[in-house]
């Protein structure tokens, strides 16, 4: 087993609603080695984007604890918590959390900008090359009330990848996504786990989940099971890499509809 980068220990979210509460993650015990690209499929309801949230630091958990990069970020203070998003952690969630004042380039190298890892030209450059291979280049200028939901998403993929995160928080990102605007989202977060970056993703696609090397079955809050396809090796002279991803999907089908989906 490689380096374990983001673990879970009893993992626990109650929400109270009208004084009656909702166990919505049961202890969930999970280990992310560094460099996995792991999907996190289920029901609607059974808590996917709850584990995102609270295993990412965005929420609050009720028990137990998270390790991220050997850190416990349980019990870390919000500013601390910040910094270490910022540097360290890129994030696409369903409510995009983006400036409503600034056009859509501005949006995407802020956290660049905030960082100051690199220089702003470098920032601007990295910004430009990503939203060039996502197709919304034409984009960069307008308001992001002038710009569709795909193309939103798109470039909120954009501003998590700015920093070449150590690991990037996706949920559902080609939820809004016709299948162009689809594969060039997979294959961008494909390259960043090339690059390096571990991803933790919630998706409803199969064809985006047969591209991670591990997929966990999420229902009422409980991890019941979890399948292991490895990654994609495209070797150029021997098989066409349609045939291998057909065979991942058609996998990942069959246990699927063994997990009840
Ligand atoms: N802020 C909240 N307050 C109270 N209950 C919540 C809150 N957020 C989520 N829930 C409840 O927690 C459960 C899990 O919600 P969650 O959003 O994690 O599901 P999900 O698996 O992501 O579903 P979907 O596939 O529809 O996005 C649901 O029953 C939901 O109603
Ligand atoms: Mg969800």
């Known amino acids: ?38 999907s996190i499929m289920g029901p609607s309801g059974s808590g996917k984007s709850t584990l995102l949230y609270t295993i990412s630091g965005m929420d609050s958990m009720t028990a137990g604890k998270v390790i991220f ?15 270490l ?7 696409i969630f369903q409510q995009m959390y983006m400036m409503k ?17 690199v220089s702003r ?7 430009e090359d990503l939203m060039r291979r996502l197709g919304i280049i034409d984009t960069a200028e307008r308001e992001i009330t002038e710009v569709s ?15 070449s995160p150590r690991v990037l928080f ?6 809004a996504l016709n ?20 991803i933790l993703m919630v998706t409803h696609s199969e064809k985006v989940a047969a591209s991670s090397d591990r997929i966990i079955y999420l229902v009422d809050g409980d991890i019941q099971g979890e399948l292991k396809l490895g990654k994609v090796t495209v070797k150029s002279d021997k098989t066409d890499p349609r045939e291998e991803l057909q065979k991942r999907e058609r996998k990942l089908r069959q246990w699927l509809d063994e997990m009840g989906w």
């Open 1 to 38: 087993m490689g380096k374990v980068c983001l673990e879970a220990i009893d993992l626990c979210k109650t929400y109270i609603v009208e004084g009656n509460s909702n166990n919505v993650l049961q202890n969930i015990n999970l280990k992310i080695e560094e460099g996995e690209f792991v």
């Open 121 to 127: 030209e470098e920032v601007n450059r990295h910004a």
């Open 85 to 91: 998003r910022l540097l360290k952690m890129g994030f």
């Open 149 to 163: 939901g795909g193309q939103l998403q798109r470039a909120c993929l954009a501003r998590a990848l700015i920093n």
């Open 179 to 198: 299948s162009k605007a689809s594969s060039e989202v997979l294959n961008e977060l494909i390259k960043a786990n090339e690059a390096g970056s571990t």
């Open 170 to 175: 996706a949920d559902e990102p080609t939820g």
């Open 101 to 117: 004042k600034l056009c859509i380039i501005d949006n995407i190298v802020l956290p660049g900008y905030q960082a100051k890892l």
């Open 69 to 83: 990069d050997g850190e416990d970020i349980s019990g870390m203070k919000e500013k601390e918590l910040t910094r």
